[in-house]
Nanobody, 114 residues
Framework: QGQLVESGGGLVQFGGSLRLSCAAS????????MAWYRQAPGNQRELVAR???????NYADSVNGRFTIFRDYAKNTVYLQMNSLKPEDTAVYYC????????WGQGTQVTVSS
């Protein structure tokens, strides 16, 4: 099993919501700022949201106000709550540290239908 395991993706209609989860080892979770990234077909992987060890957050302009990143210190898990989803949010979503330090996991597919 990888060090970073994403889950929670799926097919959702325009305007719908999904919550993604990223389970990490405790050492990775405690020692690093964490982030969600995404890669749409034909595009480069891009940073979506990041959260510091102290839980300060930062978002890409394209998702600001719609997505929320947060971390559960008891579960060593980072979440991405995605609301008001749009077709342009369709992508494979990955989590990693910020900056990236570990191999990419398989990601989780998010598909938003119009």
């Amino acid at each position: 099993q990888g060090q970073l395991v994403e889950s929670g993706g799926g097919l959702v209609q325009f305007g719908g919501s999904l919550r993604l989860s990223c389970a990490a080892s405790r050492r990775i979770f405690l020692d690093n700022d964490m982030a969600w990234y995404r890669q749409a077909p034909g595009n480069q992987r891009e940073l979506v949201a990041r959260i510091t060890r102290g839980a300060s957050t930062n978002y890409a302009d394209s998702v600001n106000g719609r997505f929320t990143i947060f971390r559960d210190y008891a579960k060593n898990t980072v979440y991405l709550q995605m609301n008001s989803l749009k077709p342009e949010d369709t992508a494979v979503y990955y989590c990693n540290t910020y900056p990236t330090r570990f191999s990419w996991g398989q990601g989780t597919q998010v598909t938003v239908s119009s």
